[in-house]
């Protein structure tokens, strides 16, 4: 069998409807191809939910895809040429096109692929049934492993012998889990999750790169800590991440982030909710953040994910909910207020699991953080150093920046009241005193 079979309908919508679609699949057309939407759009047009990248299977060859779309004027990038997959731009977004393909040999990470026309060959090389439901532009649907069922039931359910499909490609276990995160129902499917136990120290072999994506992809989910919590049962994350041991923080995180707050710059943030996974209570801020450079390295974290993930997990054990309104401003002036929402989201998580857990009041006072942060407008030291030298206090070099600090924390300690007058006053009977003093 190399045709597949018609199995149903859907209605199309959103971007596969858009007119820039419609040439994409027409130029395949008239190039004598045809194309199906497949993986990631159909799942999600079957759920009726917002669709965001299109992935299309094709029976022309890439280089052949690459003709038909340019002779129309569509732009095209050569994604992946080598495994079939070259990618088309237009004004209504982009679009994933790879050529029908078996894999031919596998060693747990690539593969080397063989282009087929079978399009039931192509359905059996995917991962999980729901990936491998195809749909005609016009809303006709095949499904070969009756994913639509296992979608609505909430069973991620591979195709073929999950312990074969995991040994060609690892990177299948974290895929497992975040489509677990992201449709599965509880509890998972015990063959796949075993299948997987099995299988984690090939993962070891596994990019940080990769690993993170499909980590991050999966903590995006509205509620993962369940699924988290059996990738930690399974044996996956203490195999690849074992500082990531608990879900009782990110439990209550994913509550707050996505549920309990209606504060529009609070979502659901998947490095936040990293920190949630391994940082304690009662860590002392020295090891918290060790543990997270040894995070930051193990997953390749960018530059500025790396300064954002230590700098909440180091200042989340400073945050009290009961700090002064000072106190309060004055680290909204020095982190500002995104990372000090972080910090106060880390600690109440990690505070409220554990017993005796927070009452309403204290709730609020957490609360009342986070609305701080929210009403917080920046402000500027209102001196600087050539205020200083203009005024004759010192001489350009270093002493300048040591009156500015003397300047800064006066003014905190004044709740940034004292204007630039105050300052240099202060500045200026600092110095006087100075003076006396060498006399
Ligand atoms: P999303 O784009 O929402 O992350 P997706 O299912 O579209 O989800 P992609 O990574 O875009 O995922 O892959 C598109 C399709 O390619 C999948 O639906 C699946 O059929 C197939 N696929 C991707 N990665 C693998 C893999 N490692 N093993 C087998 N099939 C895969
Ligand atoms: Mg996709």
Not at 15 to 30: L, Y
Not at 68 to 96: F, M, N, Q
Not at 172 to 195: H, K, S, Y
């Amino acid at each position: 069998m190399t045709a597949l079979e018609p199995t149903g309908r859907l209605q199309p919508y959103g971007i596969m409807v858009a007119d820039d679609t419609a040439r994409v699949f027409d130029a395949i057309a008239q190039h004598g191809g045809q194309a199906r939407y497949v993986g990631g759009i159909v799942r999600d047009a079957l759920l009726k939910r917002d669709l965001h990248d299109v992935d299309i299977a094709c029976d022309l060859k890439p280089e052949e895809t690459v003709i038909a779309l340019e002779k129309v004027g569509i732009r095209v990038v050569p994604t992946g040429l080598k495994h079939g997959t070259i990618t088309a731009i237009t004004d209504a977004g982009s679009y994933e096109i790879t050529t029908l393909r078996v894999d031919v040999e596998t060693n747990g990470r690539h593969a080397e692929v063989a282009f087929t026309d079978s399009w039931f060959a192509d359905a059996k090389r995917r991962d999980f049934t729901f990936n491998a439901i195809y749909c005609d532009p016009d809303g006709t649907v095949y499904d070969p492993f009756d994913g639509e069922t296992d979608l609505r039931e909430g069973r991620v359910r591979f195709i073929g012998v999950a312990e074969n499909r995991i040994a060609e490609d690892y990177l299948r276990i974290l895929r497992f889990f975040r489509f677990q995160a992201w449709f599965g129902r509880p509890p998972i499917d015990p063959v796949g999750a075993e299948a997987c136990r099995k299988g984690a120290q090939g993962l070891l072999d596994i990019s940080a790169e990769r690993i993170r994506e499909e980590l991050f992809k999966l903590l995006r989910a509205k509620s993962p800590a369940g699924t988290v919590g059996d990738m930690i049962g399974f044996g996956i994350l203490p195999t690849i991440l074992p500082q990531l041991a608990r879900t009782d923080c990110l439990r209550i995180m994913q509550w707050l982030d996505s549920t309990a707050l209606a504060v529009p710059a609070i979502r659901p943030d998947p490095l936040r909710r990293l920190a949630s996974l391994f940082v304690t209570g009662d860590n002392g801020a020295d090891d918290n953040l060790e543990a997270a450079e040894q995070l930051a390295r193990a997953l390749r974290l960018s530059n500025e994910q790396t300064e954002r993930f230590a700098a909440m997990v180091s200042h989340a054990p400073l945050i009290d909910p009961n700090m002064s309104v000072d106190d309060i401003r004055r680290d909204l002036y020095r982190i500002g207020a995104d990372a000090f929402r972080d910090a106060v989201l880390l600690a109440w998580s990690t505070r409220a699991s554990v017993p005796p857990r927070c009452s309403r009041q204290e709730n609020e006072e957490w609360k009342s953080l986070i609305d701080a942060a929210t009403n917080w407008q920046p402000v500027k030291l209102p001196i600087q150093g050539r205020d200083i030298l203009a005024a004759g206090l010192a001489p350009a070099g270093p002493r300048i920046g040591e009156l500015l600090k003397q300047a800064e924390n006066y003014w905190l300690d004044h709740g940034f009241a004292p204007g630039p007058d105050d300052l240099m006053a202060y500045l200026a009977s600092l110095s006087k005193a100075g003076e006396q003093e060498t006399q």
